[in-house]
């Protein structure tokens, strides 16, 4: 039930239900905690989505995996905490989930583009090269650099994107006026 109310949209009905079930103490399992993480991100509830994190091990005793983390980070960016993002990926990476999901670093990679990291957003680029063929990753560093006028990086990134035969969609819209 929370599965489809997240992927219709209906994230306070996620949340609310989710509620229900530990009050009703029904174990959430780790699918629950996935959507649970995602609709409080979208709900704007940072403190509720990393107390539920919290209590995922120190409750339930389940282990976070990679689409645990890439939840808590988006949740994390969604409420501009870099710093912070930081730590839940340094925490991932140290309990040897590698190096993540591409979308955990797409989500830090897109923070920094709206909160202006450099730094962080080529730290992010370089380990979303897990899909190399992923001309979005490319386009979002390239909007980074040249919001920075870092021309010469932003040049690599293109020269890059050109030897993997890359290219950006060209983007258009479709009117039809009828009378």
């Known amino acids: 039930m929370l599965g489809v109310y997240g992927r219709n949209g209906h994230f306070e009905e996620v949340v609310l239900l989710f509620k229900e079930m530990l009050e009703e103490v029904i174990k959430p399992n780790e699918v629950a905690f996935v959507t649970v993480f995602s609709a409080c991100g979208h709900t704007g509830q940072l403190g509720l989505g990393l107390e539920y994190f919290d209590s995922m091990t120190h409750v339930y005793k389940l282990m976070p995996g990679p689409e645990h983390y890439s939840c808590v980070v988006n949740l994390l960016c969604r409420a501009g905490q870099l710093e912070n993002e930081m730590k839940v990926v340094n925490e991932m ?12 670093w797409v989500a830090l990679l897109s923070a920094c583009c709206d909160h202006e990291n450099v730094k962080l957003g080529k730290f992010a680029s370089q380990n979303v090269e897990l899909d190399l063929q992923n001309v979005g990753i490319y386009v979002k560093l390239s909007n980074l650099y040249a919001r920075f006028g870092m021309w010469d990086e932003n ?23 009828t009378s």
């Open 93 to 104: 990476l140290q309990k040897g989930h590698n190096n993540g999901s591409v979308s955990l």
């Open 155 to 177: 040049g690599q990134l293109r020269e890059a994107m050109k030897q993997r035969g890359l290219k950006k969609d060209v983007a258009f819209s479709w009117i039809e006026v």
